[in-house]
């Protein structure tokens, strides 16, 4: 167990709609990093949070949106859902500046 | 975009015996790491080395990283049914992309008891 969580678990939405997954960091880190794994494919970044400001971007669309909060939990916001949006997101946590990230168990999401 | 490729896509074992990945990569590195990932679940953190090292150990995991070829390679010995999984490496580049991972596509590997 890496202290990491996310919430749900799964997810079924259909394409056009909006969907909120979230994230709590392992204790005391503050950085917060989210990735898309589709099926049969490695992680690919999405985005990073520090501090509650936007730290990267991968190549995704502007539809995916973060936010972290004070507390150093994060959010990730998909809007106008595509069916290419099914996958498994995947969140990770980390100290500022520490090589090692900590992921959490996924949430998997599939858009029908 | 994936960074690079890994070899084999699938390493079918039985156990005891010893099994080798291997990644390739495209750009420098500050880092390399190797996750492993159970039936679509979580990533798990197994080892880093560092784009000045060669070699690194940890358990029965053996890592090494020829940064002139761009390539690194995960050895586990003496496997066990319980190490069935995927194995994903994962490459840092540093600098201004610090900490954003790029994986691999990964391999699957089975060990039989």
């Known amino acids: 167990e890496t202290g990491v969580t996310q919430s749900p678990t799964h997810l079924i939405k259909t394409r056009g709609q909006q969907v909120t997954l979230r994230c709590s960091s392992q204790s005391g880190h503050n950085t917060v990093s989210w ?41 990730l916001n998909v809007n106008a859902l595509e069916l290419d949006d099914s996958a498994l997101y995947l969140c990770a946590s980390s100290l ?9 168990p996924g949430t998997r999401l599939t858009v029908l | 975009s994936q960074q690079g490729e890994e070899d084999p896509q ?41 784009s000045n090292e060669r070699e690194k150990h940890s358990g029965r995991l053996r890592v090494t990283l020829d940064t002139s070829k761009k390539s690194s390679s995960l050895l586990i010995t003496a496997s066990r049914a319980a190490d069935t999984a995927s194995y994903f490496c994962a490459t840092d580049a540093g600098g201004t992309s610090y900490g954003k991972l790029t994986f691999g596509q990964g391999t699957i590997l089975t060990v039989h008891p």
């Open chain 1, 96 to 104: 500022a500046g520490a090589d090692t990230q900590y992921f959490g």
């Open chain 1, 35 to 75: 990735y898309q794994q589709a099926l049969g494919q490695g992680p690919q970044f999405i985005f990073q949070y520090y501090r509650e400001e936007e730290n990267g971007r991968g190549n995704f669309p502007p539809r995916f949106s973060g936010l972290q909060f004070p507390n150093y939990s994060s959010e």
């Open chain 2, 10 to 50: 699938a390493l079918s074992i039985q156990e005891g015996e010893n099994a080798t990945m291997n990644c390739s990569y495209k750009t420098s590195i500050n880092n390399l790491q190797w996750y492993r990932q159970n039936s679509g679940r979580g990533l798990v953190h197994l080892i880093l080395i560092r």
